[in-house]
């Protein structure tokens, strides 16, 4: 298969997906190398192919489930990155979903990352994969301070949550 046909192929793939798929998923199926898949990837959104990398693997945005129904709002937060694991578990426990995470870095300005945990699943592969990968947090970049967009059914749920997240002195001190 020549790799234009592959790079369609690819996309008609997920196209039919509701998931993410891994790159390594995809390398098995189309028989190539991951990073031949990494580079189809980057080929494909170079040519205006919406294709959202989250650590769980690609998805078309198009693909994505409407959440408008969700209360959803952002989450000022600071810790050491030992205390990630226990963060992602307390979002996950009072019904929050992390959508995403954000730095405000000094030069680059805000850096945003999918992430789209919304189990205990979910933080145990994003766990994996950061130990897999000797990892580094993004808000290593800022001294521990970041952002999350959290989703939740209501607005209630949310404001319980921030309570747990203060009560567990992962807010950012607004002083």
């Known amino acids: 298969m020549q790799a234009k046909e592959r790079r369609q192929r ?3 793939f997920l196209q039919t997906q509701t998931e993410p798929v891994t790159a390594s998923q995809l390398a098995k199926q189309f028989k190539v190398s991951r990073q031949i898949i990494v580079g189809d990837i980057a080929l494909l959104r170079a040519h205006e192919h919406d294709i959202l990398a989250t650590n769980q693997g690609y998805l078309l945005t198009s693909q994505l489930v409407p959440r408008a129904s969700r209360y959803t ?3 000022v937060v ?3 990155p030992e205390a990630s694991e226990a963060e992602l578990r307390l979002i996950v426990d009072h019904g929050g979903e992390v959508e995403d995470i954000q730095v405000d870095h000094p030069f680059y300005g ?3 990352a999918p ?3 919304r189990s205990h699943q979910d933080v145990d592969y994003f766990m994996e994969q950061m130990a897999l990968y000797s990892g580094t947090y993004l808000s290593s970049l800022t001294n521990g301070i970041h952002i999350h967009t959290v989703s939740c059914v209501d607005k209630q749920t949310f404001e319980k949550l921030l309570g747990a997240m203060g009560d567990a002195g992962l807010l950012l001190d607004e002083e």
């Open 73 to 75: 709002a952002k989450v």
């Open 110 to 112: 805000l850096i945003t």
């Open 10 to 12: 690819i996309l008609e």
């Open 115 to 117: 992430l789209n945990i």
């Open 78 to 80: 600071q810790h050491e």
